[in-house]
């Protein structure tokens, strides 16, 4: 005869339970002190009127702060640069991404090597990548670009001061651009071959394979690309400040390089922190629908 044991009593259960998680207690509190604090004490910054270059007449302004960011034109302006950089380098990223991670996928001698030479601006710092950009490609006089104007009969063109936002696309498009392949190359090597082979025994073409297999497969990592790449050039300062300083007249002006300008020339920290808040909030509005959409996408591939 066989006997049922007792089901263990809740306490012990729940101080088992605690016992296994008070090793993260730790870490969870050192995160929450690093991110949160910092976090309230914008909030209260963002209420005060505390401006360095009168210490003297700090005191409580309440929402003037953030009635002064929505009246503020460079505020506006500074957001539309954000969004033409962003969507224009994550488009860019993706699609040379793409064909790169098409074509690198494919046997060929020496792929090892052309793949490490793909992903290497992914590792060069901003700062280098920067100079290098303006030296060797944008100058007027010496640099590539000038040099394949001249080749094809057009006048040479001074890229950071009339091109000054398609010169900032570019250095970060070719920045991210490894980043994007790696996903999609990632993506192409989870393909199952048979579904390939499949179309060829069909006689389907290579632009009907590319279309009909690849692209749907491809769906969930495009998308997650996309998403990543959005949250990485939204935060673009390093180019902009080494390349245009944000001109001219604030025509490459980002969200991120104008809180700078307020909170560090012109030392308003009150007003900076209503700036940031409120781009924060944008940010989080804009990002939230494409991280439900990417949700359910993996739910959706988790229940095939």
């Keep these: 005869m066989t006997t049922i044991a007792p089901p263990a009593p809740k306490t012990s259960s729940r101080r088992d339970s605690w016992s296994r998680r008070a090793p993260l207690l730790p ?4 995160t929450l002190l690093l991110t949160q604090v ?3 004490m914008t909030i209260w910054y963002s209420l005060q009127n505390w401006n360095l270059l009168n210490p003297g007449r700090r005191s409580f302004a309440g929402l003037d702060n953030y009635q002064q960011t929505f009246t503020d034109s460079v505020f506006w302006q500074s957001l539309g640069n954000t969004a033409v950089l962003t969507v224009g380098a994550t488009v860019a990223s993706m699609v040379v991404g793409l064909v790169l991670a098409v074509l690198l ?3 060929f001698p020496g792929r090892g090597i052309a793949r490490t030479l793909a992903i290497t601006p992914f590792f060069v710092m901003p700062v280098a990548a920067a100079l290098f950009w303006r030296s060797a490609i944008f100058d007027p006089s010496f640099g590539l670009l000038g040099w394949l104007t001249d080749a094809v ?3 040479r063109v001074n890229w950071l001061s009339e091109q000054s936002m398609l010169s900032i696309i570019m250095i970060s498009s070719w920045r991210w651009t490894p980043f994007a392949m790696l996903v999609l190359l990632a993506g192409l090597q989870a393909l199952p071959e048979d579904q390939l082979e499949a179309a060829r025994v069909d006689g389907a073409t290579w632009w009907q394979q590319f279309r009909g297999v690849m692209l749907p497969h491809l769906r969930p990592f495009l998308e997650l690309t996309a998403l990543l790449l959005s949250m990485n050039l939204i935060q673009t300062f390093g180019e902009i400040a080494l390349l245009t300083a944000g001109g001219p007249a604030f025509g490459t002006t980002n969200i991120t390089y104008y809180v700078y300008l307020r909170a560090f020339q ?3 920290y009150g007003l900076a922190s209503a700036y940031g808040l409120v781009a924060l909030v944008l940010t989080i509005a804009l990002a939230l629908p494409a991280l439900r959409l990417l949700s359910g996408i993996f739910q959706q591939e ?3």
Aim: net charge positive; proline share 11%.
């Design 27 to 30: 870490a969870l509190i050192i």
């Design 38 to 40: 910092p976090f309230v």
């Design 302 to 304: 988790g229940r095939r």
């Design 266 to 268: 012109s030392f308003d």
């Design 105 to 107: 996928q494919k046997k």
């Design 153 to 155: 009969g057009l006048p």
